[in-house]
Nanobody, 124 residues
Framework: QVEVVESGGGLVQAGGSLRLSCTAS????????TAWFRQAPGEEREFVAH????????HYADSVKGRFTISRDNAENTVHLQMNSLKPEDADDYYC?????????????????WGQGTQVTVSS
């Protein structure tokens, strides 16, 4: 049994920052690439960022490039998403997921284990 857990969501004013965290039980994140997606009600999940198993390679959606930073601490079995200069359009449920093939694809169907999500609200 693998359980992915996100934390760190909340309410922030536009221009502010939040740091999301993701950890997994039953599986070491240090062995697998990891990504963040986000989803608004009634819409498909949108790729946000991806990090390789070693942390040496990262990819970002154009909409968050330069504002968000994905990182990992394999010793702590944790992946973080630092979100700066938040905009109202960044408000979504954010999900952490594992990438079994380290392909950094933007297609959510290519990922396997997902957390329950953490909600980010940005007030204007």
């Amino acid at each position: 049994q693998v359980e992915v857990v996100e934390s760190g969501g909340g309410l922030v004013q536009a221009g502010g920052s939040l740091r999301l965290s993701c950890t997994a039980s039953g599986r070491s994140f240090s062995r697998f690439a990891t990504a963040w997606f986000r989803q608004a009600p009634g819409e498909e999940r949108e790729f946000v960022a991806h990090i390789s198993w070693s942390g040496a390679s990262t990819h970002y959606a154009d909409s968050v490039k330069g504002r968000f930073t994905i990182s990992r601490d394999n010793a702590e079995n944790t992946v973080h998403l630092q979100m700066n200069s938040l905009k109202p359009e960044d408000a979504d449920d954010y999900y952490c997921t594992t990438d079994p093939w380290d392909r950094a694809t933007i297609q959510s169907c290519e990922y396997d284990y997902w957390g329950q999500g953490t909600q980010v609200t940005v007030s204007s």
